[in-house]
């Protein structure tokens, strides 16, 4: 069985910074594109930013020049570095994958809180 398990979620002040983790762990024969969306109360899930299996990246606009996603195929871990917080990156963080298990399909994490505020 496969699991994404996010990390490093918490209540900051505006203008400091955050970083996210996610694990993928189990049958696990190889990873796709990796990615983070966040859904703030009352709002659809929206994507912050992808990664594929090469490195290449994505971001919405809302965070270019202030996120960071990187990966660690290796240890099948994803990162997100988060500097400059604004209020309004305040949400439920998750994270995604497309990976090849015995089946191809696509994995969603439980969810990490990360508030700014002051």
């Known amino acids: 069985q496969v699991q994404l398990v996010e990390s490093g979620g918490g209540l900051v002040q505006p203008g400091e910074s955050l970083r996210l983790s996610c694990a993928a762990s189990?049958?696990?024969?190889?990873?796709?594109?990796m990615g983070w969306y966040r859904q703030a109360p009352g709002k659809q899930r929206e994507l912050v930013a992808t990664?594929?299996?090469?490195?290449?990246?994505n971001y919405a606009d809302s965070v270019k020049g202030r996120f960071t996603i990187s990966r660690d195929n290796a240890k099948n871990t994803m990162y997100l570095q988060m500097n400059s917080l604004k209020p309004e990156d305040t949400a439920v963080y998750y994270c995604?994958?497309?990976?090849?298990?015995?089946?191809?399909?696509?994995?969603w994490g439980q969810g990490t809180q990360v508030t700014v505020s002051s």
């Open positions: 995604n994958a497309d990976l090849n298990s015995y089946y191809r399909g696509v994995y």
């Open positions: 990664i594929t299996s090469s490195g290449s990246t």
């Open positions: 189990g049958s696990i024969f190889s990873i796709n594109t």
